[in-house]
């Protein structure tokens, strides 16, 4: 199986703070990964995938990078509604396994 | 336009089983890969099982196989979730979500509002 970690685990900035995320797999997976935005109470929503792509509908302050182990993802600029748990994805194969989470908090 | 709608979840035993279902409309389910995926209170997102889209290929974690049986109906374009021998770790919200293609190498790119499942005695 395919291991996903993810640092750090909590973070809080300010408004308009550029904000990075990583996620790393024990094996390479290509491109073949995924995050997701989880609002407090609410339902998952892709962001990117493949990597790199953004979503449709999703703002151009979030992008992703990263191939094979180490991946990232950066909000260029946060936002109050940004405050949400990040999770990372890999789909190159079964089981699908996600990261622990990222919290991302305003300071 | 893309929508999940799960059902099913209930309180139940150990020991016991349980059929969620999702209602898909705005596409036809047996094109895509689906996938469920639940997640404990307070907890994060476990990936839970998937089946590929234009055949019956299915995906377990390890965690429920052997005790978990994804499937679909397609008259009826509803995903299922067969589960038995259920633990109180199976305690969880469980969504269903569709992937991007047919394949299950793909991301999810549209989810339901979930079902919760608790067991308990």
């Known amino acids: 199986d395919i291991q996903m970690t993810q640092s750090p685990s909590s973070l809080s900035a300010s408004v308009g703070d550029k904000v990075t995320i990583t996620c790393r797999a024990s094996?390479?997976?290509?491109?073949?990964l995924a995050w997701y935005q989880q609002r407090p109470g609410k339902v998952p929503n892709l962001l990117i995938h493949?990597?790199?792509t953004l979503q449709s509908g999703v703002p151009s302050r979030f992008s992703g990078s990263g191939s094979g182990t180490d991946f990232t993802l950066t909000i260029s600029s946060l936002q109050p509604e940004d405050v949400a748990t990040y999770y990372c994805?890999?789909?190159?194969?079964?089981?699908?396994?996600f990261g622990p989470g990222t919290r991302v908090d305003l300071k | 336009e893309v929508q999940l709608l799960e059902s099913g979840g209930d309180l139940v035993q150990p020991g016991g089983s349980l059929r969620l279902s999702c209602a898909a409309s705005g596409f036809i389910l047996y094109n895509s890969a689906m996938n469920w995926v639940r997640q404990a209170p307070g907890k994060g997102l476990e990936w839970v099982s998937a089946i590929g889209g234009f055949n019956d290929n299915t995906w377990y974690a390890d965690s429920v196989k052997g005790r978990f049986t994804i499937s679909r109906d397609n008259s009826k374009n509803t995903l299922f979730l067969h589960m038995n021998s259920l633990r109180v770790e199976d305690t969880a919200i469980y969504y269903c979500?569709?992937?991007?293609?047919?394949?299950?190498?793909?991301?999810?790119?549209?989810w339901g509002q979930g079902t919760l499942v608790t067991v308990s005695s």
């Open positions: 994805q890999e789909y190159d194969r079964a089981p699908l396994n």
């Open positions: 979500a569709k992937a991007l293609g047919s394949s299950p190498r793909t991301a999810s790119h549209s």
């Open positions: 094996q390479g997976i290509s491109n073949f």
């Open positions: 493949g990597a790199s």
